[in-house]
C-alpha cells in the first residue's frame, strides 16, 4: 500500500493520511478527501496482521498494480435500499458491522452490504451507513475534487438494471473491459484515474 500512497501523492499532489486497520479482516488503507462527503480509500494488506489466512476483500489478493476498484453509495436509510433491491431482484448481500481504528485510537463504526464473492461486477457499489460515526472525509487530507465518476463494462444495459435497484446512477459506456474511471481536480490539474 504504500507504493500506492506514494504513486497517488506524486499525481495528486496531496499525501493520503492513514486511516487505520480493519481488525480481523486483513487490511489497512489511507484516505483522501474528494470534496462534499466523498473520499479515496486506498486499501491494502495490513502487515501487522501477518496470520490472516482468509481472502481480502476487493480482489486484493490478484492486484498487481493500483487501480480503481468499486466504489460505495451512502445510505443512510441502509435497510429500506436493501429490502427495494431484492424486490427488484438484485441482493446487495447482507448488512455487515464493519469497525477500524483510527491512529488516534478512536473507533470508527458503520455497516455496509458485503455481496462477496457473488458481486456481479465492482461497478455496482456496496451501500454504507456511516451512523453516528464521522465521515471520513471530514478528517482525511483535503486539497482534491470528484469531478466526475464513470464507467466501461461490455453489458451496460445490465449494469445499469442493477444500480438502478439499488437507486444509484453512474455513466456507463460499452466496452470491452471493466473499468472504473474517475475524473478528479487535482492540486497538480485534473487527472484521469482508473
Not at 168 to 175: P, W
Amino acid at each position: 500500500m504504500a507504493r500506492s500512497v506514494h504513486e497517488l501523492e506524486r499525481l495528486l499532489g496531496v499525501r493520503a493520511a492513514p486511516g487505520g486497520r480493519h481488525p480481523g479482516r486483513g487490511t489497512h488503507n489511507a484516505l483522501m478527501s474528494l470534496g462534499g462527503e466523498r473520499y479515496l480509500e486506498i486499501i491494502g494488506p495490513d502487515p501487522a496482521q501477518p496470520g490472516f489466512q482468509g481472502i481480502l476483500p476487493f480482489g486484493l489478493d490478484d492486484l498487481t498494480d493500483p487501480k480503481i476498484v468499486t466504489w460505495a453509495a451512502k445510505a443512510p436509510d441502509l435497510e429500506a435500499r436493501v429490502y427495494a433491491a431484492r424486490a427488484q431482484g438484485y441482493d446487495p448481500g447482507e448488512i455487515l458491522p464493519r469497525s477500524r481504528e483510527l491512529p488516534n485510537g478512536t473507533v470508527l463504526k458503520w455497516r455496509l452490504t458485503a455481496a462477496g464473492e457473488s458481486h456481479p461486477n465492482w461497478l455496482v457499489p456496496f451501500l454504507i451507513d456511516w451512523g453516528d460515526s464521522p465521515h471520513p472525509s471530514r478528517t482525511a487530507p483535503a486539497g482534491l475534487t470528484l469531478e466526475r465518476l464513470r464507467a466501461i463494462h461490455p453489458d451496460p444495459e445490465g449494469t445499469r438494471k442493477l444500480l438502478e435497484a439499488l437507486g444509484v446512477e453512474l455513466e456507463i459506456e460499452r466496452g470491452s473491459s471493466v473499468q472504473l474511471i474517475a475524473h478528479i481536480n487535482a492540486v497538480r490539474g485534473a487527472v484521469e484515474m482508473r
